[in-house]
């Protein structure tokens, strides 16, 4: 079988494509992908020939079709059985914040896209965005904390791939972070497979 195909939005803005982009890269896994540019031109009809929900990413693999950013991590899981946390209780935990983050923060997601090479410090600073950002940091202290770091659970897991994209938002829109946060974000940013992800970005058209 060919490896799976991994759809993708623009590398400067879509988050949701991030997250398990990054995870697969990561981790190792053997992909390919393709890029669909959003918003320009006819991008709806290109993106509903391929996926039933018409969104983007989309992982396609043999005759299985995943259109959900932690669906496909979960598929990505039972490939690699390490991209979880290998303890139980650490899993459940793991499991639910990367839940939390895959419904939740509204606020943030309206007031502060995803702009991966804008600096626009102070923008979206809202009442509502600002206290979604400190119940995201509440996450990541108590998370470090417990493993240590430099990942949530140690090492690089789904859960982190969920929040990869609010490092971004963070650093974006200056977002002040205490020393453990700033940390994390550094070491997420600061990965291999970000930066190519980054590279990247800065060479779409």
Known sequence: MSPPLLVIGNKRYSSWSLRPWLLLRVDGVDFREQRVSLYQGAYKPEILQLSPAGKVPLLIHGDVTVWDSLAICEYAAELVPSLWPAERAERARARAIACEMHSGFAAIRRDMPMALLDALPGVGHTVEALADAARLQQIWRDALATSGGPFLFGAFSI???????????????????????????????????????????????
């Open 159 to 205: 859960a982190d791939a969920m929040f990869a994209p609010v490092t971004t938002r963070f650093t974006t829109y200056g977002v002040p972070l205490d020393a453990s946060c700033a940390d994390y974000v550094a070491a997420v940013q600061g990965h291999a497979a970000f930066q190519r992800w980054k590279a990247e970005a800065i060479a779409e058209r």
